[in-house]
């Protein structure tokens, strides 16, 4: 295990990057979890989940994050290709507004353009009041 231990004070460990990329090439293994390898090697599960993902800043060399990248393709399965995806179109949007206003034995049908929609609304509170 790397590491530095200063005595008198707590110090935060460093590792290497070799040591990094061994521990992350052990959590690409079938049927291995990253805690399992976490715990055998002396380290926090969430500071091996960090080096998988890439969000540490002292990984140190570009080889270890290419590792990480890697080994976690592989234990997800996910390829690093583009998938395209077609969506439907959208419906476009109605082209009038139709109200069917009843007040007491009195019914009226108001069609009104959906661009006019703000005057719609103020036609509608005053109707209202």
């Given at each position: ?71 976690q393709r592989a234990a997800t399965g996910v390829a690093g290709t583009f998938v395209p995806v077609q969506l ?42």
């Open positions: 295990m790397d590491g530095v231990a200063v005595e008198g004070r707590r110090r935060r460990r460093t590792h290497s990057a070799e040591f990094k990329t061994r521990v992350m090439q052990a959590c690409g293994h079938p049927g291995v979890s990253v805690a399992s390898v976490a715990l055998s090697h002396g380290l926090n599960a969430n500071l091996v989940r960090r080096w998988l993902s890439g969000r540490d800043s002292g990984c140190g060399s570009a080889l270890a994050l290419g590792a990480a990248h890697s080994v439907a179109a959208a419906d476009p949007p109605p082209s009038d507004i139709r109200l069917e206003l009843r007040r007491g034995a009195a019914t009226i049908v108001v069609n009104w353009p959906a661009r006019e929609a703000a005057a719609c609304g103020s036609w509608l509170r005053e109707w209202l009041r």
